[in-house]
């Protein structure tokens, strides 16, 4: 046994009791083992209960280790989602593809005067960019902090998650957003809508709570609205009831209008992270712009998972996946794809004119390992060793970081991203 100093105490005989087990040394060694894998065990598992997304893409997926790569390509603009009038949402997630695990995405387009109503994600933060129109949105914390904003194409918003908000055309022109949620599971449909909810609970329940007569609610939606239609929106909103408590950070950020993180032979990228938009803590986002032939280089991302919607132009994506797996695919305008943490990519523009492609990360940090700046990253004899080629010929790669080459190659000057 163990004494209080740790020491071990010897039993004798008539010290014993019926029933008492006596462990050996090597017994109580596998105890004290077993006892520190379980601790260790349960360690571990506080990311995954924080939250953190990370933890959660290590579990292994039985859907990756087969022999081949499964397709990591849907055609989103191409399905049918729910449609109300003119206005839709159409979504990707592990139900349309399964490799999706970590992120899913939804296509969003409302007709002027019509809302996304008040409703909230309880699995999902929400981040989303404008592609086209307006959009007036609003947004409540735990805390009772209320802010209105409004998006022009090319700004982006980040909810997160279960904070209660509504999404609004603004003007004539219909409007067009992509939404990135960062679980793959969220499905769009099953969100927590206010009419939804109102509409099922007692009428004598909503009395007590409001403080106004049943019959109030006699006129208010049975089932859930989900597209809200009505006139167009004010042109300057209105305070809310309460009056303006705003909360310390702002959830709209407006990417398009920031000079690009980097500028390349073969294009530009947009990056924002948490870093420049606080409060998105668990959603990168990018806009990359592609010229014919470019390549965004061979890289791979350590700490999470990345999603692709192709707003415009053709790409092709190739997927690395390690015992010689590899798979392309080929994205067209309104297409995404998916590449799970720490796989493999690229991204080149195999069409004639210009492709932008939106990518979302789930994650708050950028981290991104480009092949180009892992071989710069080691002396020549150690590649020889590892190519069985003659050290010279690793003078003629490039000695920086390409991330993005041209149709011509990558510039071996010097870096052109100004980092």
């Known amino acids: 046994m163990n004494g209080p100093s740790g020491r071990v105490v010897s ?4 010290q014993r009791h019926h029933g008492d087990i006596i462990m050996s040394n090597v017994q109580r060694r596998d105890v004290l083992i077993g006892s520190a894998l379980a601790a260790a065990a349960v360690a571990a598992a506080k990311p995954a209960l924080a939250g953190d997304p990370s933890f959660m893409n290590n579990v292994p997926d039985p859907l990756l280790a087969a022999d081949d790569l499964p397709t990591f390509k849907f055609a ?9 009038g003119e206005s839709y949402g159409k979504e990707a997630t592990v ?92 499905s769009e449909f099953g ?19 409001f403080g106004v007569p049943a019959a109030t609610f006699d006129s208010f939606p049975k089932t859930e609205v989900y597209f809200a239609r009505g006139a167009i929106a004010p042109a300057q909103p209105a305070a809310p009831l309460q009056g303006v408590n705003l909360p310390p950070q702002t959830h709209k950020y407006r990417l398009l209008a920031q000079e690009p993180h980097g500028v390349y032979k073969g294009g530009r990228e947009w990056r924002v ?32 998972d990345e999603w692709q919607y192709v707003i415009d132009g053709q790409v092709s ?30 991204i080149e523009n195999i069409g004639n004119t210009p492709a932008r492609i939106l990518i979302g990360f789930n994650a708050g940090t950028y981290e991104t390992i480009n092949l180009s700046q892992w071989i710069a990253g080691n002396p020549a004899d150690v590649l020889a060793v590892n190519f069985a080629q003659p050290p010279e010929l690793f003078e003629k790669f490039p000695k920086h970081d390409v991330f993005l080459a041209s149709a011509s190659g990558p510039d071996k000057s010097a870096r052109s991203d100004g980092r």
């Open 191 to 209: 969100t927590f809508s206010i009419t939804d909810w109102i509409g099922h609970a007692p009428k004598t329940l909503l009395a007590k709570n």
């Open 317 to 346: 994506v190739t997927l690395f996946g390690s015992h010689g797996r590899f798979r392309v695919e080929t994205l067209e305008k309104g297409d995404v794809g998916y590449i799970p943490q720490g796989y493999g990519h690229s």
């Open 95 to 186: 139900k349309q593809l399964p490799i999706s695990k970590g992120i899913a995405g939804v296509s969003m387009r409302l007709e002027p005067g019509a809302m996304r109503e008040l409703h909230w994600h309880a699995t999902a933060a929400e981040w989303a960019f404008v592609i086209e129109g307006g959009v007036r949105t609003t947004v409540i914390d735990p805390q009772g902090r209320a802010e209105t904003n409004e998006f022009e194409p090319g700004d982006i918003w980040y909810f997160p998650r279960g904070h209660g908000h509504m999404l609004q055309c603004l003007g004539s022109q219909a409007c067009h957003f992509i939404l990135i949620f960062d679980n793959g599971y969220f």
């Open 11 to 14: 039993v004798h005989h008539d």
């Open 76 to 84: 989103l603009e191409k399905s049918e989602g729910k449609v109300i």
């Open 273 to 304: 992270d948490a870093s420049r938009f606080p409060i998105s803590t668990t959603v990168t986002g990018v806009i990359l712009d592609l010229d014919p032939g470019a390549l965004r280089e061979l890289h791979w991302h350590p700490n999470a």
